[in-house]
Structure formats: C-alpha cells, structure tokens
C-alpha cells in the first residue's frame, strides 16, 4: 500500500524552518466529536499525552494561549495566576478564527495569526513526546515538550485540572 501524502500545514512548515524534529501524524476526523479524547483514540495513544490549544482572554494581558492534556481542563484561577492576570475567560468560539487563523479542532499553537503569550500544562514534562495540532483536523504533530516550549516560548505550569 503506497503511502499517503501528508500536506505540511503552515505549523509543519514553522518547525522545518527552525529545524525542529517532529512527526506528522494523521488521524480519522468525526465532525460530530472534536473532543481529544477521539483524537487519542485515532491515534492508539494515551489521552494524556494528547494536548489541546485553548484561547483565552486575560483582563490585564489580552488574548493568551493554555494548551491542556485532552483529558483535563484549564484551571481558570491557576491560568490567570500564571499569565499575571486577575481573571481569565475562555474566548467566543466565533473569535477563534479571526483571532489566531485557526477553527475549532484544528488550533495549533504554532502558526497563529500573531505571537501570543502560551501557557503549557508542566505534565507535558512528564512524557518524551506530546500531540498537538498540526493546525487542521484531522493532523497531528508529535513532537518533543520542551521543543514545543522553545519554539512557542511557552511557560509551564500547573494550569489544569482533570475534567468533571
């Protein structure tokens, strides 16, 4: 069976500029489920490894960037802590195209329309490799935490808790 061509996405295209290794990995989309823990599943790989990008807005700072195992959710409290802001909240889901480029499930946070401040979960360093997007559905990155957090100049930090 001839392997299939993955197209780069703009991401992709990031990392090889600032040779990055990483590996592209594709995945079977469900238009009806986003969620990261179908994308773990496609990908046979632990949900804990698999991370989301959230946008959020932050009362001193503006626009800011969580990225989350697939299984937890941004502790909104400890987010605003990290990021030196008094509040944070989760950005309208009609602001997340205009604001970094990218539509729900598909937000990377390499490649957004502009720079912003990121915030990485610290259990990343926990594992050799984490997913995030490649920045459309249906792709995923796999690439090693701390090059992910030298080329978007992500802080680690505790920012999330395990859903409800």
Same mark, same amino acid.
């Given at each position: 069976m001839a392997k299939q061509k993955i197209e780069k996405t703009n991401a992709a295209r990031l990392l090889d500029r600032a040779k990055i290794e990483y590996e592209l990995i594709p995945y079977e989309v *469900?238009?009806? %489920? #986003?969620?990261a823990t179908h994308v773990a599943e496609q #990908?046979?790989? *632990? $949900?804990?490894? @698999?991370?989301?990008? #959230? @946008? /959020? !807005?932050? *009362?001193r700072t503006g626009h800011l960037v969580c @990225? @989350?195992?697939? %299984?937890?959710?941004? %502790? /909104?409290? =400890?987010? =605003? !802590?990290?990021s030196g802001n008094k509040w944070v909240e989760m950005i309208a889901m009609k602001e997340l195209l205009?604001?970094?480029?990218? $539509? !729900?499930?598909?937000?990377?946070?390499?490649?957004?329309k502009k720079r912003l401040p990121t915030y990485i979960d610290s259990s990343c360093l926990d594992h050799p490799a984490i997913y995030i997007s490649a920045g459309v559905r249906g792709l995923q990155i796999r690439i090693a935490p701390s090059a992910l957090i030298s080329f978007t100049s992500a802080t680690p930090a505790p920012i999330s808790h395990p859903m409800e």
């Open positions: *469900d238009e009806n %489920d #986003l969620a #990908l046979g790989e *632990d $949900i804990a490894t @698999v991370f989301k990008t #959230l @946008v /959020l !807005r932050g *009362d @990225v @989350v195992p697939g %299984d937890h959710e941004v %502790d /909104l409290k =400890a987010a =605003a !802590r990290a205009p604001t970094t480029g990218y $539509i !729900r499930g598909g937000c990377s946070p390499i490649g957004m």
